[in-house]
Structure formats: C-alpha cells, structure tokens
C-alpha cells in the first residue's frame, strides 16, 4: 500500500500520514536497534512484522494502528505514533496512544505536538471520550510532553511492565474529549521542549 500525498492531517509544523512502503525500513529498525526505543527496549522483535501488517492493513486497523509523524518542510519520517483499542468496562472503549521519534528529531517540541494532533484526530475520527497514555516514572521528557499535549497525570499504575529483568511501575495520563486543548493555549506553541520515546504498544 502506497502513501498517498494529501493523505494526511497537519497543524502546528507538524503531519500525520499513514505509513508507506519507505516508511518500512524504519519500522524495521525499531525491532533489532535497542538504543531507538531507550526505556522501551523489549527485546528483539520479528523485523518483518511490520511489512506484514502493511499488507494486511497499512497500519490502520480499526483497534489499533500507526500513523508516521513528520515535520514540514522536512520530507523524512521523524518517527510515528501509534494507538490502540481497550476497554474498562462495558461497552465504553478508549484509545491508549504512545509515540517514538528518531533522535534527530528529538528535544524540539514535535513529541508534544504530535500527541496532541493524534488526540485530535481520534477525537474527529472517532466517538471515544477518552485518550490515555502511560510512561516511565524516569522519563520526565516525556510526562511534560503529555502535559503540553493536554494531558493529566492520574497516578502510578503499579508492576505495569516487565523492564530489565524486574517489574516496574508506569505513571498514567489522559485526556478527555470535553478537556482544554492545548492548541487554545499560544504560548504553549513557541515551547520547544523535550520529546520522549514511548509507544502504545
């Protein structure tokens, strides 16, 4: 499946588009390289998983997917973010996102930016009311990219992960349908803080 120009959705400098048959080789590159997934780092992973699933879908299933993050005026794939399907209870779904960034496209505001756009998104694009996303107690870059992104820390969600030999405790965040955007904020546009890696799964 080919990416389509025009196939994407932009706001603040940065897109989101679905993934490409180009975009494979770096999917591939974050199963079998530890250092581009940092605190993410699971082991190895099957590294044609990825075309495999660009053929089934492109990336865009119904409970789960993957969009790649770009910059414009910068025609490289930065990075993607991802999000997937859960339910509490009932018939209510939400949408758990994560992201990861290619180093050269990290420590300049595009994490943050990217979060929020994907929010948007599943906002228009769907009837979830709810958007989470989890990180490590460590990674600091990344819970003040969700709190630029609109949203709100809920707590530590205790032995969530399995991480270097021991289990580990995740911090949670979301942001409601109904919550502030981010982008109503100007000021918050010019911050070029940190970026982080995690992805939703």
């Known amino acids: 499946m080919a990416y389509t120009p025009g196939s994407e959705v932009r706001r603040d400098g940065i897109r989101l588009r679905p993934v490409g048959e180009p975009d494979l080789a770096m999917l591939r590159r974050f199963a079998v390289e530890p250092g581009l997934l940092g605190l993410d780092w699971h082991?190895?992973?099957?590294?044609?998983?990825?075309?495999?699933?660009?053929?089934?879908?492109g990336w865009l299933g119904e409970h789960d997917g993957r969009l790649v993050v770009e910059v414009e005026d910068e025609p490289a794939a930065a990075g993607f973010v991802s999000y997937r399907h859960g339910v509490y209870g009932g018939t209510a779904g939400y949408r758990e996102i994560g992201i990861v960034l290619l180093p050269p496209w990290r420590g300049r505001g595009i994490g943050w930016r990217a979060q929020a756009l994907l929010c948007d998104y599943l906002f228009l694009h769907t009837p979830v009311q709810r958007v989470q996303a989890g990180t490590h107690p460590e990674n600091v870059a990344e819970q003040r990219a969700l709190e630029r992104a609109g949203f709100q820390r809920e707590g530590v969600v205790r032995a969530a992960e399995f991480r270097g030999g021991r289990w580990c405790d995740a911090l949670l965040y979301s942001r409601l349908r109904d919550d502030p955007s981010p982008w109503d904020r100007p000021a918050e546009r010019e911050w070029p803080g940190p970026d982080a890696v995690h992805p939703a799964g």
């Open 43 to 57: 082991g190895f992973r099957d590294p044609v998983a990825a075309e495999r699933r660009h053929a089934a879908d």
